[in-house]
């Protein structure tokens, strides 16, 4: 059974301030989704990671992905309040592409 | 034009009723999907379904079961609900055939077990 861990579950961080949330993973797979999530909200497709060693960007946000040690990262640079939202990572499996979530990252940047 | 939209987006009953949530999407997307986020904001998955072939997470109880007129629609059909059913179900769809299989969600349907 695959099994995703997010860690930390919450975060609260400083405006300008540097962190990184990490995403590992029990079983082999080349697939991993980090998805935004706001109050009430649904979920926000912020990166496609399909290869080992893939490295996406975007603003201030950078996800990465190690598929030998099953781990990614999601990088935040000089965090700003706009960031603070929930942060989840997602796993497909081999069967009909179901995804498996990590528990969320629960991000609050103040000001 | 929405994406992938989902009715109702609140959706309020007792315990024992027979309830249904309806799933669109408007990608031209061949696999569609349902899971469920509780009150911990976790999420599972609960369906994945193409029009070949439904996956059913063996941890969903047989209460719950999809049905799909088309390829468009993957609707939700609840029986007898009970409390431990209250949660918050999305619907989401992704191209398998081509892409990168990345999933897109729809806005969500509260459900309320009382």
């Known amino acids: 059974e695959l099994k995703v861990e997010q860690n930390p579950l919450f975060l609260s961080m400083q405006e300008g301030k540097n962190y990184t949330i990490y995403c590992n993973y029990s079983?082999?797979?080349?697939?991993l989704y980090w998805y935004r999530q706001d109050p009430g909200k649904s979920l926000e497709s912020l990166f496609v990671?399909?290869?080992?060693?893939a490295v996406k960007q975007e603003g201030r946000l950078m996800a990465s992905l190690d598929t030998k040690a099953r781990l990614s990262t999601l990088h935040i640079t000089a965090a700003v309040h706009d960031l603070s939202a929930t942060y989840f990572c997602a796993v497909a499996g081999n069967a009909g592409n179901m995804l498996t979530f990590g528990g969320g990252t629960r991000l609050m940047v103040k000001p | 034009d929405t994406a992938v939209s989902q009715t109702p987006k609140y959706l309020v009953t007792q315990m024992g009723n027979d309830k249904s949530i309806k799933c669109e999407q408007n990608?031209?997307?061949?696999?569609m999907y349902w899971y469920k986020q509780d009150s911990k904001k976790f999420l599972k998955i609960m369906f994945s379904y193409n029009n070949k072939e439904l996956i059913i997470n063996e941890t969903v109880p047989n209460r719950f079961s999809p049905k799909s007129p088309d390829k468009a629609h993957l609707n939700l059909h609840i029986n007898s609900l009970e409390l431990g059913d209250s949660a918050v179900y999305f619907c989401a769809s992704s191209p398998i055939s081509s892409g990168n299989g990345e999933q897109y969600f729809g806005p969500g349907t509260r459900l309320t077990v009382t």
């Open positions: 990608l031209g997307h061949d696999t």
């Open positions: 079983t082999t797979s080349d697939r």
């Open positions: 990671l399909l290869s080992n060693g």
